[in-house]
């Protein structure tokens, strides 16, 4: 086999070309990798940080707003018509069954109703996330049908928000004179406490009753 042979020039060329690739491969084993990659790493987490702390300074300068903007939030839930008109649980429950005997004796057409036991619940079983506290009353109440959807939609349609659970409603067995058997009807009547102070808790979510739905016979 016959040796290649090269013009001075293709030696030149070939010499130059060689020693590109020595400095090139210099470069990155001794260089690159040790001294220019990790400079660039710390500049780009520099540049990380640099965002960071333009944000976080941004979010400061707006504290004051912030905290205004919270505290009139926390007013206006404290004001809503939404809640009941006390934030201690035993008074707001007190109100409730005042509030079954008032709808109770301006609803008496069509029929009549009486109600036969009220009685405050201690500790209203709320959801685990609920950020409001509940006050609530168990009702007994013996009516007519007439009467009792009155009752039932002047309570759950009205403000405060009040809420009917667990409602039951069977034929007595007793007729009452000149009425036949009336119906005698259980359910659990409950609302919220207003927060004390526009508690901060109550602003993670809407004013309770958003989209509210209960029982109805």
Request: aromatic share 6%; glycine share 6%; net charge negative.
């Amino acid at each position: 086999m016959r040796a290649l042979k090269l013009t001075p020039r293709d030696s030149r060329i070939a010499a130059v070309g060689l020693l590109l690739l020595a400095l090139l491969l210099a470069y990155f084993l001794l260089l690159h990798w040790w001294f220019v990659a990790p400079l660039r790493d710390i500049d780009a987490q520099m540049d990380d940080l640099r965002d960071t702390q333009s944000r976080y300074a941004a979010a400061i300068a707006e504290k004051p707003l912030l905290e205004k903007r919270i505290a009139a939030l926390g007013a206006g839930q404290a004001a809503s018509d939404a809640y009941l008109p006390d934030d201690d649980p035993n008074t707001a429950a007190a109100d409730l069954m005042q509030r079954v005997v008032d709808a109770v004796a301006a609803h008496t057409e069509g029929g009549s109703c009486k109600v036969t036991q009220k009685m405050p619940v201690a500790n209203p079983q709320a959801a685990p996330d609920e950020p409001y506290r509940k006050a609530a009353a168990s009702i007994n109440l013996s009516c007519d049908i007439q009467p009792l959807v009155a009752v039932l939609q002047s309570l759950e349609q009205g403000t405060p928000y009040l809420f009917v659970d667990n409602l039951n409603v069977y034929r007595s067995p007793v007729p009452v004179q000149g009425n036949g058997l009336p119906l005698e009807v259980q359910f659990t009547l409950s609302g919220y406490v207003r927060p004390a102070n526009g508690g901060a808790a109550a602003l993670a979510t809407p004013a309770p009753g958003t989209g509210r739905t209960g029982a109805s016979p």
